[in-house]
């Protein structure tokens, strides 16, 4: 289930969206000010923002530009600004979309759900573990909380074949032949070399996942 925080000073607006957007089965969570946001933001899981760029207390311009500071989040800003300048200004502080007041609810709607069918399809390619391992298939990068680690041909090999038979116990001979191409590596022990080195470099726990 998506989390999506609601940002609007206008209470109205906030609980015509939230119903809607609950209706569609997001987890939705309200902010009335900029403060509340910021708040919600640091305690919840966020993957989507409805931002009103006009708050009480502190703009949706410098909500963005903070949030943007930690945090790769999908931010649609609401705003009763519609000249083209006011849109551009939108975008380069790092909203990734932009809808006009007075709008359809049902048309913002339809974009939350393009985002997250753009968020299924690249997350297609990523592999993640809590925040301990994310391994990202398209590009072969590994990061190990939050850091890139760099891996050998092989030690990426045998990681991903880990990462994706959590619950299956492996042989080296099975290793050897699922994660060596080089003939002249395929002796008995050589996988020890590198699963060894595997463990040192991200160290988490692989070894359910290796028979010796």
Not at 153 to 173: D, P
């Amino acid at each position: 289930m998506f989390n999506i925080l609601i940002v609007d000073d206008e209470i109205k607006i906030t609980q015509v969206i939230k119903a809607y957007l609950d209706k569609e089965g997001y987890n939705t969570i309200v902010a009335n000010n900029g403060e509340q946001a910021l708040e919600c933001f640091s305690k919840n899981s966020i993957d989507l923002i409805i931002l009103d760029r006009m708050l009480p207390d502190i703009s949706g311009e410098e909500i963005c530009e903070k949030v943007r500071a930690i945090s790769k989040v999908h931010i649609i800003m609401l705003t009763a600004k519609t000249e083209d300048s006011d849109k551009i200004d939108g975008f380069n502080i790092g909203c990734d979309d932009y809808v006009c007041k007075p709008f359809n609810v049902k048309e913002l709607v339809l974009r939350v759900k393009a985002v997250f069918r753009k968020m299924d399809v690249e997350n297609k390619d990523l592999l993640k573990f809590s925040d301990e391992l994310e391994i990202d298939m398209n590009s072969h990068e590994v990061k190990v909380r939050g850091k890139k680690v760099e891996l050998t041909n092989t030690e990426y090999k045998i990681l991903l074949l880990f990462a994706k038979n959590q619950n299956k116990v492996f042989t080296r001979e099975q290793l050897l032949e699922l994660t060596i191409e080089e003939h002249y590596e395929k002796i008995d022990r050589v996988i020890d070399a590198h699963v060894k080195n595997l463990r040192q470099k991200i160290e988490l726990d692989t070894k359910k996942s290796y028979n010796h």
